[in-house]
């Protein structure tokens, strides 16, 4: 500071108030602080614009035009092996026959009951066995006494055994009398069926009738159980082609002195079992009185039996 502001500032200061003024240092100290503050904020100023200057420069040439971009990139791909499911056994696919081959008529569902429903020659499942079912004496064998049916049995004892019982899905029975075509009308019968009609499971026909060869062959004498002193042999016969196959079997019996009539004598009694599909048809002729069975009324009564049936099942 010059001489001469200094005195000017002494006078000045003697004339105001002392406590009022500040001392030269202090004014001196506030004016550099005032300069340095002026300083930076041109610094600051100075920053700012080159700052906006270089960001419009980065705007200027990112907005410049330039060839289109093309589609981004797509990451490499990686071919992954993936191993196929392991097949246990029992996941195997089986072949399954057609609905015809399991029902026997095409497009029936193959569903059903427990028991197999058994087939006709025609392919249908019999429902019922009705009388249609059974045949009809020749006019001249009619005796007029109506047939009965009844749970009768179905074949002799054949020594304990019980052949064709086992599959059964239905039978019925009946008690018919006949009479020779040269017997007058009015005269008792010469002769009685026990005739039965069995529906099997698909399969069980067959097996009855093997197991009647059998029980007869097993079964070739037997005492009577109920009437003492008779005794019975049995026996196959010849005699097929009747249906789908056939046995014929004879039962004859022999009487001693006081096991009745006829005493020392025998009657003969034939039995014939037919197949037909899965049904069986039984002719056994129980006689009449101790009449003895007639080979060609049984035969001809079979044929009759046969039709019947097929005209049933067809």
């Known amino acids: 500071m010059s001489r001469e502001l200094h005195r000017f500032y002494q006078s000045l200061a003697q004339d105001t108030d002392p406590g009022g003024l500040v001392s030269p240092d202090l004014v001196r100290r506030y004016a550099d602080r005032r300069a340095r503050l002026r300083a930076a904020a041109g610094v600051l100023v100075v920053a700012a614009l080159v700052g906006g200057t270089a960001a419009g420069t980065r705007f200027v040439l990112t907005a410049a035009p330039g060839p289109p971009a093309g589609p981004p990139a797509l990451p490499p791909t990686t071919a992954v092996s993936v191993p196929a499911p392991a ?17 026997g008529s095409a497009g029936r569902s193959s569903a059903g009951p427990a028991n197999p429903a058994v087939t006709s020659p025609s392919g249908q499942p019999p429902t019922a066995i009705p009388d249609a079912a059974f045949f009809t004496l020749a006019a001249a064998n009619d005796t007029g006494i109506r047939a009965t049916f009844d749970a009768g049995p179905t074949l002799p004892q054949l020594c304990g055994a019980h052949p064709g019982d086992s599959g059964v899905v239905q039978r019925r029975g009946r008690a018919l009398a006949f009479r020779y075509a040269d017997t007058p009308k009015g005269y008792v019968p010469d002769g009685s069926y026990r005739h039965t009609i069995t529906v099997y499971r698909s399969g069980h026909a067959g097996e009855a009738l093997g197991e009647l060869r059998a029980a007869v062959r097993d079964c070739p004498i037997q005492q009577s159980s109920d009437t003492p002193g008779v005794t019975s042999r049995y026996r196959l016969l010849g005699g097929g082609g009747y249906g789908d196959e056939s046995v014929l079997f004879e039962l ?10 006829p005493v020392g004598g025998e009657e003969v009694r034939l039995v014939r079992a037919i197949r037909l599909g899965d049904v069986v048809t039984v002719l056994w002729e129980q006689g009449w009185e101790g009449t003895s069975s007639d080979r060609s009324q049984v035969d001809a009564d079979s044929g009759r039996a046969v039709d019947a049936l097929r005209a049933w099942l067809d």
């Open 87 to 103: 097949v246990s056994p029992a996941a195997t696919v089986t072949s399954v026959p057609a609905a015809s081959a399991l029902t």
């Open 252 to 261: 004859r019996r022999s009487y001693s002195e006081g096991a009745g009539d």
